[in-house]
Structures are given as C-alpha cells and as structure tokens.
C-alpha cells in the first residue's frame, strides 16, 4: 500500500498530510519518557501512524507502542510505568512495510549486551540486500522494517564493546539513516555520512536530548546545542557526551532540501537553517522569478503559509488569508456518498469570498506533487469569485521518487514527470503557472547545502542498491 494509493482519501483523511518518521532520545533526565512524549507531540507532523517509547531505568527497557497519534498511545497511566532516566521515542508514517503495529518502533531486543531500543529515521537503500544475506545466515526477521537490519548486526558483530558493534554495523548501511539507539542506559546518537534527514542536540538540566527537529526541544524547555554532523556517532550517558567517530567523512553531504520546502516544521531550526527564513527566501526568490501584477498572496495552509509571506514580501502585494484550513479532518473521517469531485479538497480547505471576490489572486503552494489537490482548489476558488488566479510554487517540479525517506508517488504518478509547465498550466486551469527555479531555491539557502534535491533533479547520491538488483519495487522502496 502506498501512501498515494488514493490520493482524495489520503490527503483527506489525515489531520495532517505529512509523513516520514520523527525520533527523539533522551538521557539524565527525570522520567526522561514524559519528556519523550512531549517530544513526540511537537514531532507528530513527521509520522501519524504509530507512536512509541522504550524507557530505560537500570538498565532494563519498557517499552510501550501503538498504532495512532502520541496523544492517543499515552496516557498518564501508560506514562508513569514507563520509569527511567532515559527514553528512546519514534512517531511512524510509512508506506513499505505496511501499518502493522509490528513495524511501529522503537524496536527493542534484548541481546548479549543488554536490552537495545532503537529509532530510525530515513530509508536504508539496501535492506533488502543485507537482509537477504542476513536470512541465509539463519537469521530471523520480525518486521518488515528496514531498520530491523541494523539490530541484526549489531547483535552479530563480533566486537567485544557496544561501541565496535555499533560502528561495525554502520559499515553496512547504505541510505539515509538519523538513528536514536540505547543499549541498557547508555544512548547513542548516528546520523549517516550524507545527513540526509536531520538530527539535533540539546541540553536539558544535566542530561541530553536529542531529536529530529528543534521543535521538540523547545516544547521541553531543552537548549539547542547543535546538529549532529553528517558522520557523526555520539555516545550520551546521563551527563557525559563522547563523540565516537565521523564515519567517511569525504562523502559528499546530502542533507535533504524537501525537509526545508515541506516536511519539517517552521519553527524548527535544521541543517543549520531556520525552517521559517528559508521557506520565506523560497518565497522571494519565486517572486523575483515569476512577478505578476495581482491583489492579493494567499497561501495552501498551512505548510506555504512561510513561502506565500516572502512572496508578499518581495512583490508588495499583500498577504491574505482567502483559504482557511480545517484542523479538525481526523484520520477516521468517513466520506458520505458524494458526487462533487473536489469534495476532498472542499473538506479540508474553506475559501473566504469576502477576501476572493473580484480580485486577482496569487496562490502559493510549497509542492506539486500529484497535482490534484491544486486543481481542485484552483475551482474552489475560481467558485468564490477571483477574477484571475495564479498559481505559484514554491520548489521545482518534482520529477523523481526519492529513495532515502520521503514518500512519493511513482514518477509515472508525479505530476511534474508526465506533463510539461505548459499542460500543467492548462490542466489546472490557472491564468498562470510558475515555479521556482532549483538555481534559485539553492541561492536561497546556499549558507545550509550542497543539499539532496533528487527529487526535483534525479540526482541520487547514496546508491540505490535493492532498487538496482531488482530487490525491490519502484513503489516499495519508501519507508520511514
Ligand atoms: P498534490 O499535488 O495534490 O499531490 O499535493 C501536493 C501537496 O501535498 C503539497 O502542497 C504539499 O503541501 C503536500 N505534500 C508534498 N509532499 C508530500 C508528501 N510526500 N506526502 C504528503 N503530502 C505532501
């Protein structure tokens, strides 16, 4: 099942259209899972599948994992038996592997060195390879999980330390992978040699946080210290952090600039960047590029709401809030019979007339993705009485899957692949179509790359291992 299997359903039935996985980890913090569900919450636009967190007192693990949103896992009860100083949390959105509870995480085994919990964020590219001949060995898979791999050789390295394990292990893993592991108390922060999703370091009281984005500290009153480097394995005991090892660091950095136009949260701080100032340098580098004479930036709330304000910015014309979005689309959402095709968008985005009518509108969107929620909106609010509208994007077309953690359709399903500017244009029924340059969204955030843009150029820089010996599907190789 993919996660754009049903387009109209999908974007419709998620309180939020974001997926992919958050991770946090805590340690020398006082009922460090608490903390960890706090985390959780602020990060749950990075997964709404499951939630889970392994608490770790003494040594031994608890770990409690669900499928749904962190406020529906936990609970007071839930959180107070999961004691301990350090904590090990996942929120999960994926497509391979499916929903079961089975692949939610962390994942916790109890191996020859102690009970081990382990987060991972971003999509290994050659799981299915090293799982193979992990299987021939004699070993036994639980999940379908990529990340189960990494617990496998960890627990087969022959290094007398956790330490050699973990970096032995590293060895073997190809792709995207910011990893949160504990082994008994002890936590250990990784995040592959091109830092494709990001990973932060904070401090709270004595102890140490770490986590997917900076919005998760903060929610917890914890410092942002820095990011962990691309390479970068960190070991964090209660009030001791030692760096282990940067593992190849001549590899070119990657770190993933969909995070910045879309998935991570403006609040947040990653890569070194404001998640905010960059969406709004987006903003107006696609109003210097694509100018148009109109009355009025709205934004596709809420994730161009950054972009659309930069646009405001640089073109003069002011921001208005035409199209509100309901927050309250719950994943359970049950669809009555109806005929009206934009119906899903209709349910999700509500246009405000008094703001729309008579007037020339400029629309900003972060992404075109499939495209559909774009054409239906451009009717809403042709509906609602503009006289002209223009659509404007705030990155490239998108015109390849991506393979190291961000779930999108096929390239035959990608809007940006099967048509041109021209019959996108058309297709939308827009008075004008512009999107933003790669040249130009990389001017805009030059201070933070060279960054993964494989999506909007088919730059692949981690290779495509299972995907280049037939392993797996095109349309399987998405995971968290
Ligand atoms: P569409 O073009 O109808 O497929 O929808 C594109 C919109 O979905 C964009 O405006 C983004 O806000 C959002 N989006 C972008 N990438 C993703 C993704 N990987 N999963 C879900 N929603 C996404």
Do not use: W
């Amino acid at each position: 099942m993919t996660r754009y299997s049903d387009p109209a359903r999908v974007r419709i039935l998620d309180e939020s259209p974001r997926d992919e996985c958050g991770v946090v980890g805590i340690t020398g913090v006082e009922r460090a899972a608490e903390q960890a569900f706090l985390a959780l919450y602020a990060l749950q636009h990075r997964g709404q599948e499951s939630a889970g967190i392994c608490a770790i007192h003494e040594g031994i693990g608890r770990l409690h994992k669900r499928l749904g949103l962190a406020a529906e896992v936990f609970d007071g009860n839930v959180l107070k038996d999961l004691v301990g100083d350090t904590a090990v949390g996942h929120v999960r959105y994926s497509t391979a592997g499916g929903g079961q509870l089975a692949n939610a995480q962390p994942i916790m085994v109890r191996y020859s060195m102690g009970d081990l919990a382990i987060a991972h964020n971003g999509n290994l590219t050659n799981a299915q390879d090293v799982r193979s001949r992990l299987v021939k060995e004699g070993a036994i898979f639980q999940t379908d999980s990529d990340s189960e791999v990494i617990i496998h050789l960890i627990a087969r390295s022959r290094h007398e330390t956790v330490e050699g394990q973990i970096d032995d292990a590293l060895t073997y893993l190809e792709g995207a992978f910011s990893l949160i592991l504990s082994v008994g108390d002890t936590l250990y922060a990784v995040r592959d040699p091109r830092g494709f999703r990001p990973l932060v370091l904070g401090r709270k009281g004595d102890g140490f946080v770490v986590a997917s984005e900076t919005c998760a500290l903060d929610i917890i009153g914890a410092e942002f210290i820095r990011d962990i480097e691309p390479g970068e394995v960190l070991k964090l005991r209660r009030k001791e952090i030692t760096p282990l090892r940067n593992l190849l660091p001549a590899l070119r950095q990657a770190p993933c600039i969909f995070e910045l136009v879309y998935f991570a949260r403006p609040d947040s701080k990653i890569f070194g960047l404001s998640v905010d100032r960059a969406r709004r340098a987006f903003g107006r580098q696609l109003a210097r590029e694509h100018p148009v004479q109109a009355d009025a930036v709205l934004a596709v709330p809420d994730s161009a709401n950054s972009a659309a304000l930069g646009f405001s910015e640089e073109s003069g014309a002011p921001f208005e809030l035409g199209l509100l979005r309901n927050h309250y689309v719950g994943r359970t959402f049950i669809r009555p019979s109806q005929e009206d095709r934009d119906f899903s968008a209709r349910i999700k985005y509500a246009p405000v007339r008094e703001v729309l009518e008579g007037r020339r509108v400029v629309v900003v969107d972060d992404s075109l993705v499939r495209g559909t929620t774009s054409r239906s909106l451009v009717n809403i609010i042709r509906e609602a009485g503009a006289s002209e509208v223009h659509l404007r994007i705030a990155s490239p077309p998108v015109r390849f899957p991506c393979y190291y953690g961000i779930d999108m359709p096929t390239k035959e399903e990608l809007m940006g692949h099967r048509m041109s500017i021209a019959e996108i244009e058309k297709h939308l029924g827009v008075d004008s179509l512009g999107y933003l340059s790669l040249e130009g969204m990389e001017e805009a955030v030059k201070e933070g790359g060279p960054f993964c843009n494989a999506c909007f150029s088919g730059d692949y820089t981690a290779p495509l291992v299972d995907l280049d010996k037939g392993l797996i599907r095109p349309e399987d190789a998405k995971c968290c």
